[in-house]
């Protein structure tokens, strides 16, 4: 396995993982729970973002307090299903810019077709965080962090929820400066493309479409 891989093992993540693997998990609530693991996860992430210091006072005196420093950050959701993990990591990063890319997997082929591509400008100057729940194949991200390199991106992150062992295997070989964080590695795919024993389609259990 590839040493650029950080699953993100806190109790929490893997309690909320679990509710969200239960078929039985309301499109709501898997929303949600989404929305708050994608939250955990971008604390990982973001975990080696520089600092520098600043001048502050305090109530009671004068301060070198530390600050974020340097490269802005831009996320970038794989849609569809990269949408739910947008909202939680923009509560904790307000700022970020947010670009777009749409890709679908070709059922027999299961290559990736792109039909959208948004991203806001400088990609090169900025710190890039692609986001998409399930990294499966890798058909589809490897796409996009193509995309996203031909538009100039070169310091990106990958954060999804579930990976499969072929998938991080493929990324891997295709993009071995991209740093990739999961909160958890399943067992294989199935052949179909769907990750075991994983949680479904993504996008379907979040927006209730089958
Ligand atoms: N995409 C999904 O939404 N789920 C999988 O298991 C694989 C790809």
Redesign the pocket.
Do not use: E, K, L
């Given at each position: 396995m590839s040493g650029n891989v950080t699953v993100v093992g806190h109790p929490l993540v893997l309690h909320k993982l679990t509710l969200m693997r239960d078929k039985h998990c309301p499109s709501a609530v898997f929303r949600q729970l989404l929305r708050e693991i994608s939250l955990l996860l971008a604390y990982e992430v973001l975990r080696g973002l520089p600092m520098t210091t600043q001048t502050i006072e305090t109530p009671l005196t004068e301060m070198e307090a530390p600050i974020l420093k340097g490269k802005k950050l831009c996320l970038v959701s794989i849609l569809r299903?990269g949408n739910g993990l947008l909202d939680g990591m923009l509560d904790l990063v307000p700022s970020a810019r947010v670009g777009h890319i749409g890709l679908y997997r070709d059922p027999q082929t299961l290559a990736a077709v792109e039909y959208y591509l948004k991203l806001p400008e400088g990609v090169d100057e900025r710190r890039i965080i692609a986001v998409d729940?399930?990294l499966?194949t890798g058909n589809s991200v490897s796409a996009a962090l193509n995309r996203l390199k031909q538009a100039g991106a070169k310091d990106i992150s990958f954060m999804c929820l579930l990976a499969s062992p072929e998938g991080i295997e493929a990324l891997a070989q295709a993009h071995p400066d991209v740093k990739v964080f999961t909160a958890a590695i399943d067992e294989r795919l199935d052949e179909h493309?769907?990750?075991v024993p994983?949680l479904?389609?993504?996008?379907d259990r979040m927006f209730g479409t089958k």
């Open positions: 299903a729940p399930m499966a493309g769907y990750i994983g479904g389609d993504a996008g």
